[in-house]
């Protein structure tokens, strides 16, 4: 009875159950999988507190979560207990008769219920909607003893992810992430704010670097060097580097313009960058008809070096406190110039969408391989027509500059948090899993 | 030529900004109505303002959702409590979220749009406070949509007004309501009637509509503030209305500038008297106060905000211990202290249980100092209410020339509150032109004391689904005369006119 390795189903057996009826496996744990991918992006959106730090956290726990439903199931995948760091062991499905979606279904929905929790109306509303037409998906064709135990198992693992998720110091997000108050440093290299928003005159979540990580042993164990010293002399570095972004942004293409636009990816109006990611993966499994365990592994895999890569980068924000490119430019340069893009309300080095898309395309090249072309429908209900990539480095290395492109980072920030992304990346990468 | 004026009038007046004290009257002025509802109700929350028996007095209708409309007329003595009793006057329809009043026949009786969750009913004025249905009348279509917005106008020529009617999420849509904004409609005279209603694509969940003649040019444009938590691909918006040809969206061409936001609500006023309306946009946490970046011949719409500056970004609670961010609703500009300046209210609450807002989330009165920044000051007014509130109306609900509130709060009763008195004088201007628009929708009202000059645009629509129907209230501070002129919708201009204060003055072409 145990569903394991589901394979040779169609796209179409994918289709989330909310859209229009079409034809379908009943209770492929896939179709859960997906479907709660889809609705936690745009919870992501609509949840106040989500800024992409937080939004990598959910997603580094769900995936923990979806994985270690199916492996409860599955005597062939190990169990990340023991690998990632604080997880203890966790319940196994045992002598009893499970089914995967059951089980799937039951973890994934306390657990994302759990995570955002603090959504809106609409969102609750979603929530519930989503969890009773899944419910009744799984319970199709089951014995109730089965569907009973299944559910059993799945709270039971959604409970013990969340116990564990509780106490990683990021569990507390107030003031929609700003700290209270700040004062900038005398130095002159120091962030100072950049908005007329009076909620964002304090940087974004200044602590972060200190939550626990998942797999990396710490937030600066892939810290970075210093950014270029601090100069305002038209020959040095730091000079250099702001005179890019300002000759670059006057003279934009309109592929430029559109590349910054697309992984402009804002909280609040889009699923942020680490959501940026999971709408690609979540597509990927459902056009290339990706099997349950492939599925989960990855989503797993992406959660958490997308989640450690904020950690790690945070950790290096707060350590370096650099200034924005608007704050540099309008002083020294051109005291009209504006960005294209909106300027994030915190310290600038290194660029949290390169270290985010670095570690992404570390575990998605890991899991699917270095020559994997795919097209990228995330923005395409906005308007925004899909954009085709040869592999995920080409689409990660064109995250990275399309902050430049955007005005709101400089070339080191950008470089050195690719190569902070690749190190924690790497971590995620190493896991034992399918093995 | 008006910029010029600007810098000899600006001066502020000599009376020192004083403090009204309000007193709620809700419970003996036997005000007793709630806004219920669940999801379809968690925006919404109306009242018109209007006179409906021809006292002079604002009688007023509310919006009820779930519950049955209201209308409530105005028994309050002159200068003394607010008293009002329920009425049956035809409006007692369920699923109504928004009021506003306008004489859309111009037979000098004011009839009543009311937007609801499902089929919006314009209603004709009979007189005396009763209302029929006119939809089949004046071939209004109401269509089947969560309407949530609303805005009127005159266009040139025409015997109708032109009625933009904003909607919301598609209110069937259980699942993913993200993504689900439903059109917007724009309902142009046809005849001697209504055409059928042109879609104002893309829409975006309006929750507030304004025409303005934003750029000083004599034209109408269309305002939209959208709430972005529900679209996909939007921001606010503004739709150039040209004479006989299709709506037309301004572009980053022509130098709209995208901007993305909760916008709930729509207050405009010309704070500084430059010829240039500035906007209030209400949001969750900061709200935005727009002003021309250039202006000029050439304006382009390229706002920037000076809600910081001005002191009016409301994006906390102001007192109690409540940090969380606020939820900002209605919003109008009022002298609530017949300063001469221009005072602001903001209704305050939150959505529906949301967590990272805050819960106890008082509303805000924003008075104008000499240098042009606001004070919030609704706690020592005593207005700071922290039921959920969503519409409201700054109004002389008992002619004594003190501006009263009315607010109607979500799931909550809707709250009363009478203006004990201020030591400034003050002027309402009543517009009368004969034929359509008979009270000047779209004209300008210019009042000059000494070497102060207040100019306010009047309008039909804006805030949150809430408005006001009489003349327009002026305060005068120490001044016991002052000039008045009016910019009337066609482009005449009437010659300054010299009133008393404490005065009704009427102003025809």
Redesign the interface.
Known sequence: MHRRRVLGLGAAALTAVLLPARAQVASDPRSVLTNWYKLSLQLVRHTATYSPPVASRAFGYLGVTGYEAVAACDEGMTSLAGQLNGLTTLPRAGDGVHDAAAVLQAALSATVAHFFSNTGPSGQRALATMTRKLDAQVAQGLAPEVLRQSVGLGQAIAAHIIDWADVDGGAVVENMGFAQSYRPPADPSAWVPTSLIRQQQAPLLPDWGRVRPFAMPAGNTCALPPPPVYSEDPTSDFYAEAMEVYTATKALTDEQALIARFWSDDPMLSSTPPGHWIFVANDLISRHNLPLTVSVDMMARLGIGMADAFIGCWHDKTEYNLLRPVTYINRVIDKDWKPLLITPPFAEYPSGHSTVSAAAATVLTGVLGEAFAYEDFTHEREGLDARSYASFWQAADEAGISRLYGGIHFRSAIEQGMEQGRCIGAHAVSLRTLA | MIRALVLILLAAPAAAQTVPQFVEETTPAGLEHSFAGE?EY?VGGGVAAFDCNGDTLPDLALAGGTAPAALFLNQSARGGALAFTAVVSGIEMEGVTGTYPIDIDSDGITDLVLLRVGENVVMRGLGNCRFERANEDWGFDGGDAWSTAFAAMWEAGASLPTLAIGNY?NQRE??????SCTENWLHRPDGGGYGAPVALTPSHCALSMLFTDWNGSGRKSLRVSND???Y??GQEQMWHLEPGQPPRLYTEAEGWKRL?IWGMGIASTDLDADGYPEFYLTS???NKLQRLVATGPDATPDYG?I??ARGV?A??PFMGDD???STGWHAQFADVNNDARADLFVAKGN???????AMADPNNLLLQGADGVFVESAGTAGVASTLAARGAAVVDMNADGALDLVVVNRNGPAQIWRNAGVAGNWLKVALEQPGPNPTGIGAWVEVRTKDHLQRHETTSGGGHVSGIWGPQHFGLGDADRAEVRVIWPDGQVSDWAEVAANTVATISP
């Open positions: 999801w968690m999420i259980e699942a993913y309501p993200w993504g972005r938590e529900y996909e691909g993305r969750m946490a900061d905000d809600a910081w970004t994006h906390r940090l969380r961010p959505v529906w249980e949301m967590p990272d807002f």
